[in-house]
């Protein structure tokens, strides 16, 4: 399973990258998130694991422990799913022109188990959410 977004920010490249990769910014523009903790301490980098808290349906809270696969300052920011309910990777590209920034997104996974039959719905499920969590970047950082 892929999904491939894009969003422009009228933000520079470094504020932008800054705050996608604030730990404690994200349940400010992924609204399932509850919290999230660096479990290595430490600056954010390559290696760093963190543990994510999110809210999930009927009222439930699921944790997933992932690791900064990919940490380049204003470049590129990537996350993999070190164990968690669902899979999915998701790594963010950078590029600024004019005080802008193009930001590409990738979540890539592989359902298994008995969710695989339901893969097309999981896919336009969480890309509506990936949708609504890069909208709300939008309007927060161009607030």
């Known amino acids: 399973m892929r999904i491939d977004q894009q969003v422009e920010i009228a933000r520079p490249v ?18 399932t998130t509850v919290s999230v903790t660096n479990e290595t301490g430490g600056p954010l980098g390559t290696g760093t694991r963190l543990r994510e808290v999110r809210r999930a349906p009927f009222g439930k809270t699921v944790e997933s422990l992932v690791e900064v696969a990919t940490y380049e300052p204003d470049t590129a920011f990537a996350l993999r799913i070190l164990d968690g309910p669902l899979k999915v990777d998701g790594a963010y590209r950078f590029a600024g022109h004019d ?35 890069h909208r709300r970047l939008k309007e927060v950082l161009e607030g």
């Open 14 to 31: 470094a504020d932008v990258f800054a705050y996608v990769t604030d730990p404690g910014k994200l349940p400010e523009w992924q609204d």
């Open 99 to 133: 005080g802008h920034t193009h930001v590409d997104f990738t979540a890539e996974g592989d359902i298994g188990g008995p969710l695989k039959l339901a893969t097309p719905l999981i896919r336009r499920t969480l890309a509506r959410q990936f949708a609504a969590y």
